[in-house]
């Protein structure tokens, strides 16, 4: 089981992330996994200026956008590293070698059914449910088996 994941993208021009991509499991504070943007926006910045005036402790650093935790899916359905490096080559105009799209389909396959396997072994009765809405003949293979829904309520 994967418990932190770490993704960053940075500038040949200096030390700074442009961008990250955090996701740790035993995460409290913050979304368990979540984008991090190291860059400004000004609209974004009067916005976080403003809460920080009227909530000085929940926004402690309104000037820097790099503390705005987006979430993304959790920790089951988080982005693998294939989304970011194709999000690299279209948005971002980075090189990639021809088959480039194949290779990070294929590796975003295997994610997503890994990630898939993974939800369905926690959440065996809903898994089990859906199956036998579509016509399969499900039965448990003991006592009641026990949600691990507790995951997918985290922020």
């Known amino acids: 089981m994967t418990t932190r994941t770490e993704f ?6 200096d030390r700074t992330p442009l961008l990250r991509l955090d996701y740790r499991s035993d995460m409290t504070s913050d979304p ?8 400004e926006r000004g609209a974004f910045t009067k916005l976080l200026s403003i809460a920080g005036a009227v909530r ?11 503390m705005v935790h987006l979430p993304v899916g959790g920790e089951r359905f988080r982005p693998c590293l294939e989304d970011v490096l194709e999000m690299l080559v279209r948005d971002c105009g980075v090189d990639a070698m021809a088959g480039w799209e194949a290779v990070l389909a294929s590796g975003r396959e295997r994610w997503r059914l890994r990630q898939l396997r993974s939800v369905v ?10 199956l036998a809405e ?5 039965s448990p293979p003991g006592p009641p088996l026990e949600s691990r829904a507790e ?5």
């Open 8 to 13: 960053k993208v940075y500038s040949t021009r």
């Open 32 to 39: 368990v996994c979540h984008w991090q943007f190291h860059a």
């Open 134 to 138: 579509e016509g399969w003949v499900t």
């Open 121 to 130: 072994r926690d959440l065996q009765g809903e898994a089990a449910e859906v």
């Open 56 to 66: 000085p402790r929940r926004v402690p650093s309104p000037h820097d956008l790099s």
């Open 151 to 155: 995951a997918y309520r985290r922020w």
